[in-house]
């Protein structure tokens, strides 16, 4: 058990401290995120579109309906790169379903504290909700002004990064602390008879 809690313990610290610095980066560079960020997509989309056709070339008894998958998805990447502001407004609802994922899981440790008799579990569970209120702005917000979304997902995103990384210690103290209890309960009791 003590493996596994380590092991979420470093998963969400390393999630943490990259949603730390792709908060930072979009905070300051909006607008180069965002064109960046189309760019790889579509790349990526007519990379796999190009493999896609190819298989389709080399096997098709394999791979039948490969080729019109992969025309597809080339189609798709050149029109993402070619309009790339198209994809932009989806960026923000993308972002914002991430921070509201990441706040039910630190709800859900807010409350799994709770059940391991942590006093200070309500702190963690205004600070998941807040992170819960980013996005659902970031959402929101997106079908308004892009910039300003992103701006805002990227304060989302410092915030969510930072308090994760708190909840995650508090968590791994309040189940130390546990494990400690609950060791120190199975300790063997022997009476020993007193000398008349």
Known sequence: M???????KADMILSAVLCVILGIVILFWP?????????VLAAGLIVMGVLYVLSY?????????????????LFVGIWIFLKPQSVASLIPIVIGVILVVHAIQDIRLA???????????????VIASVSMVFGILSIVKAFGIVTFA?????????????????????????????????????VDYKEVDGEE
């Open 2 to 8: 003590r493996e596994t809690l380590k092991r979420i």
């Open 31 to 39: 607008e180069q995120t965002i064109g960046l960020f189309c760019r």
């Open 57 to 73: 070339f080399n096997n098709r008894l394999m791979h039948p309906f490969s080729g019109i998958l992969g025309f597809v998805v």
């Open 111 to 125: 409350f799994e504290v709770r059940r391991n008799n942590y006093e200070s579990w309500w702190g963690m569970l």
């Open 150 to 186: 992103v701006r805002m997902i990227g304060i989302g995103l410092i915030y969510d990064g930072v308090s994760d990384l708190w909840i995650v210690t508090t968590a791994a103290r309040a189940a130390k602390a546990f494990l400690q209890d609950a060791q120190a309960v199975d």
